[in-house]
Every structure is written in structure tokens, then in C-alpha cells.
């Protein structure tokens, strides 16, 4: 591996991550993809996992987009997937980038529109998960009740 063939930016799935990032870490970059899930594509392909990403090779770089657009046929498991058992057509799948945004905000959409509790909290700005908002998720500078005199 030569000084000549580094790239300093590389382009994984419509992403450009920094070639002075070793492997592991600069698969984090693109949206949807943890550390977990970066080094065990690592592992899939028998990389080093400390290797600069600016010394991977092109073929590589198509090995990794082949593995994040079906990550069950390369034997990635269901629980590191982001996508288990979709709404509409209840498959497991990975998604990254702009499908993840889209489908996060479909989503929310369709929680709003059929008025659910969650749908709801989410259009008032308010916690959806049951978390206490007597202190928390104040939007105002005061916390607590002020007196008059």
C-alpha cells in the first residue's frame, strides 16, 4: 500500500467519509450505522479494523455497499438491524441515510394521523416514552412555581 493510493475522501452509500478515519470509525459516519454494526461488517470482509478507510480499495468500498443493502444474506443478525419487522410489510431490514429519515418521519406522520397517544406527545412536544416532565423538558428559562406578593 503506497502513499500514492490514498484517497482522502471516500464515498460508502452516498456518503463521503474521511480517509484518515480508521475503519471502524468512519463507517459511523453514515447515519444508521453503529459501531457495533461497523466492526462486524469489518469482521465479514477480514479487515483490519484499525486500517485507515483512505487505503481501501474500490472493490472493497463495493463489498461494503453490497453487505449495508442486505446485511441478513452476509449473516449480520436480526437484532443489529434498524428496521425489524416493518409496519407495512413486516420484513427485517437495515436502512441508512435518507431512507432511515424518510421512514422515521412516515412513521410519526402516521402516529399523528391516527391520534395515538405517542402521535400525540410527539405533535405537543412533549416526552413520549413516560418520562417525568415536572423539571424536565422545561422550553422556558424558569423551573418551579413563582410566588406573587
Do not use: C
Not at 41 to 47: A, V
Not at 69 to 77: Q, S, T
Not at 129 to 139: D, L, W
Request: proline fraction near 2%; glycine fraction near 8%; hydrophobic fraction near 30%.
Amino acid at each position: 500500500m503506497a502513499d500514492e493510493e490514498f484517497k482522502h475522501l471516500v464515498r460508502i452509500s452516498r456518503k463521503d467519509v474521511s480517509g484518515n478515519k480508521t475503519f471502524e470509525y468512519a463507517l459511523t459516519d453514515i447515519k444508521g450505522i453503529g459501531l457495533s454494526l461497523s466492526r462486524t461488517i469489518g469482521l465479514i470482509l477480514d479487515f483490519d479494523l484499525d486500517q485507515k478507510v483512505g487505503y481501501i480499495s474500490d472493490e472493497d468500498v463495493l463489498k461494503i455497499e453490497e453487505i449495508l443493502e442486505d446485511p441478513k444474506k452476509f449473516g449480520i443478525p436480526d437484532w443489529m438491524l434498524n428496521r425489524r419487522n416493518d409496519y407495512t410489510t413486516g420484513e427485517t431490514t437495515h436502512l441508512i441515510e435518507s431512507d432511515l429519515d424518510m421512514t422515521l418521519r412516515d412513521d410519526l406522520n402516521r402516529m399523528k394521523k391516527s391520534r395515538s397517544y405517542k402521535g400525540r406527545r410527539h405533535e405537543v412536544g412533549l416526552p413520549v416514552r413516560g418520562q417525568r416532565t415536572k423539571s424536565t423538558f422545561r422550553h422556558g428559562s424558569s423551573v418551579g412555581v413563582s410566588r406573587s406578593r
